[in-house]
């Protein structure tokens, strides 16, 4: 199994959104859409969990370098709605990590919250009518 992800930029933040389960075989994946939202975006990188079905220790070291090389660029990243399975230590190396109970809860961290510019996403990203189980 693999993610599929979804960007939105917004003015001062960005969001990216991740489903499916962040394993070692989906972290190039994921390594490209943390590139393609430093690329993209401003400010913060919000990393909303809400739809990941879970985390293995490589999909862990992931975001944990993922928050290394936004920091490199002078950009942070925040993690909204972890999966219940585990939660991320990061090395001493890390920079600090905020963690949100959910995506509204960091979003309003960050308020006042322009609204969406441009969004993008993965061509199997589920869509309302699709429901992970």
């Not at 925040?78 to 963690?99: K, M």
Request: proline residues 6%.
């Amino acid at each position: 199994m693999t993610i599929e992800w979804q960007y939105a930029a917004h003015e001062h933040l960005g969001v990216l959104s991740l489903a499916g389960y962040l394993g070692a075989e989906s972290t190039g994946r994921f390594t490209g859409a943390v590139g393609w939202a430093l690329a993209r975006g401003t400010g913060p990188v919000v990393l909303d969990l809400t739809r990941l079905l879970g985390w293995s220790a490589d999909g862990q070291s992931a975001v944990a370098q993922a928050a290394r090389l936004l920091a490199e660029h002078g950009r942070s990243l925040e993690l909204a709605a972890i999966p219940a399975d585990g939660s991320l230590v990061p090395d001493a190396t890390c920079p600090d990590i905020p963690v949100h109970a959910d995506l509204p809860a960091a979003l309003a961290a960050h308020r006042p919250v322009e609204r969406v510019g441009k969004h993008w996403r993965t061509g199997n990203w589920p869509t309302a009518a699709a429901t992970l189980h």
